[in-house]
Structure formats: structure tokens, C-alpha cells
């Protein structure tokens, strides 16, 4: 039997947090703390293009839609506390799918401590299109804007895990939750190191952050785009490092020493570059003992493959 939107709604407002309040049109944002900002933040993905419906299970996807919004958050310094949800249901998704998608959501809701606070829903003709909007408050917003020559560029986690996941898929395996593969969760239930980004927003001599989403050769090149440097990558990096998108790992540009960030954050950080005036390019590496610009690597997600 096709669901019907009274089922999908009161699937939500049963097994999602917050769930219950959700009885209006609209839904309400608490009041803003004096001294922080109100931030948002919004995802969009489509099966086909995004995922596929046939090997990203149900309740990984759902952590991995509110997983990616948070991640933005985090890394701009703000403490998430809602989201709105979104939902295109074609005729394929029934409701033992819905329900263990919404279920991972629930789960990953608590984890996170944040709850729905409204959205929509909508049926389309096949596939599946998922949306969310999550919110979040920050004393001190990391931009991208900030970086200063002579920063160190460093992530918290080692790039280029997703792609090799993707790949996997792409290969015929699939997710066994009995034999957990690390490249396969990485794609597919990322986890991100939420509360980092309230770490460094809290040490002044950081000076931007963003995380990794489309790949070190377009997101360092977001950073220096927006701080108008030049930013030589770590010779040190594999080509999946600066290709692999996906991995949601803390990107942040500081002038402290590694030792110096890793004994504050108690935790080790990899070196991925260093800002130099504005040169030829935005993102550059050696070539022998020349700088040259370094081609952006990343997925295109307007492109024709």
C-alpha cells in the first residue's frame, strides 16, 4: 500500500524528537542568546546523484543527512539545537523503509541533541529527494574569510576515506554491520567530530575553518578564495586526499604551531598547507622547486558525468 501523508507525518512526530510538537504550518526558533549568532545551514540529496537507494541503507542515510548539516555547523563555531526536514517520496519508498530511515534520524537526533522543528513533504514520480535545514548558535563565528598569510592549514581527520568507500560501493560491496569496513562507514554514516569546531572558536589565533565536503583541491581553494591568499598544499598529500570529497573532517587555518593546537585540542592534526600572499593561483603546489597551480580535482555536481 503507497503511503499517504498523514502515515509519513505521524511516523515523525512519533519517532522523531520534537516530533511532537509539530502540530502547525510553521515552527518556532528560540530567542537568540545575547553576544551569539543565529546560523543555518542547508543540504539537498537526490538518489541517483547523491546515493543510491540500493546500497546506502536506510538508517545510515538518515544520519548521514543530519550528519552533513551538522558538520557545517560545527565548523563554523555553532552549537546545533534543530533542524526543518524535507521529503520526495517516490512510489518505491514504502513504510518499512521510511521507518528505519526515520528511526536512524531519531537516533542520531539524540546523539546530536537536536530536534526537528518542522518541514515538508511531497511525493514525486519515482526516487527519493531529501532536504534538511538545520540551525545552530555561535559566540564566535568561524568564517572562511579570515585567513592570514603564514597560517598552517590543518584537519583533524585524514582525507580521501570516503572516496575509497565510494569506490567500494562502486565495486559491488555493500554495507555488513556484522563486518564493519571503516572506507564503506566513512561514505556512508560519516561521523564527524562535532564539538571541534566549539573548540577552536574558542582560540583566538585560529583564524578560519570550514569542513571538508568536496574534496582539499576545492575546499582549501574555498578558504583562499574568500581570504584573497594563495595556499601551497602539503607535498606530503595523496592525490585521494585532494580528489576525495565527502569526509566532513574540521579544515581550519591557524598561526600556532601543530604541537601547540594538538596539546589544546588533545588530539593529533595533519598538516595540508600554508598561506602565502596572493599568487598566480589560489591553490598551488611544488613541482620540483617551483610553485604551480594546483586544478581543482573535486566532483562536479553540475557536471555531465
Known amino acids: 500500500m503507497s503511503l499517504q501523508e498523514t502515515g509519513i507525518l505521524a511516523r515523525i512526530r512519533n519517532l522523531l524528537p520534537g516530533g511532537d510538537g509539530l502540530t502547525d504550518d510553521c515552527g518556532a526558533l528560540p530567542a537568540t542568546p545575547a553576544g551569539q549568532t ?74 546530536s541533541g537536536v530536534q526537528v522543528l518542522g518541514g515538508d513533504t511531497v511525493g514525486r514520480p519515482s526516487g527519493l529527494g531529501l532536504g534538511l535545514t538545520a540551525f545552530g548558535f555561535a559566540t564566535r563565528w568561524l568564517r572562511r574569510d579570515g585567513l592570514q598569510p603564514g597560517d598552517r592549514l590543518f584537519v583533524d581527520q585524514r582525507p580521501g576515506a570516503s572516496l575509497r568507500g565510494l569506490r567500494k560501493l562502486q565495486a559491488g560491496h555493500r554495507w555488513d554491520p556484522t563486518r564493519p569496513d571503516a572506507e564503506l562507514e566513512a561514505h556512508l554514516a560519516p561521523r564527524p567530530r562535532l564539538g571541534l569546531g566549539l573548540q577552536l572558536a574558542g582560540i583566538p589565533d585560529v583564524h578560519a575553518c570550514l569542513d571538508l565536503s568536496d574534496g582539499l583541491s576545492r575546499d582549501l581553494r574555498n578558504l583562499a578564495e574568500a581570504s584573497g591568499l594563495s595556499i601551497v598544499v602539503d607535498p606530503g598529500l595523496e592525490e585521494d ?56 580535482l573535486s566532483f562536479d555536481h553540475f557536471g555531465s558525468s
Not at 536506510?58 to 533542524?83: E, H, I, Q, T
Not at 601547540?260 to 592534526?269: C, F, K
Not at 598538516?271 to 597551480?293: M, N, W
Request: net charge negative.
Open 38 to 111: 543565529l546560523l543555518v545551514t542547508t543540504d539537498l540529496m537526490e538518489s541517483g546523484q547523491h546515493f543510491h537507494l540500493d546500497w546506502h541503507p536506510p538508517d545510515l542515510l538518515a544520519r548521514k543527512l543530519l550528519m552533513v548539516n551538522l558538520s557545517d555547523l560545527d565548523a563554523s563555531g555553532a552549537r546545533p539545537f534543530g533542524y526543518t526536514l524535507t521529503l520526495a517520496l517516490g512510489p518505491e519508498i514504502d513504510a518499512p523503509w521510511l521507518d528505519r530511515f526515520l528511526e536512524g534520524l531519531a537516533e542520531a537526533s539524540r546523539e
Open 241 to 296: 586526499a585532494l580528489r576525495g570529497g565527502e569526509d566532513y573532517a574540521r579544515c581550519f587555518g591557524s598561526a600556532l604551531a601543530q604541537a601547540d593546537l594538538e596539546a589544546r585540542l588533545g588530539l593529533p592534526l595533519i598538516p595540508v598547507g600554508e598561506t602565502l600572499p596572493r599568487g598566480e593561483s589560489p591553490l598551488l603546489a611544488y613541482d620540483g622547486g617551483s610553485l604551480r597551480p594546483l586544478p581543482d
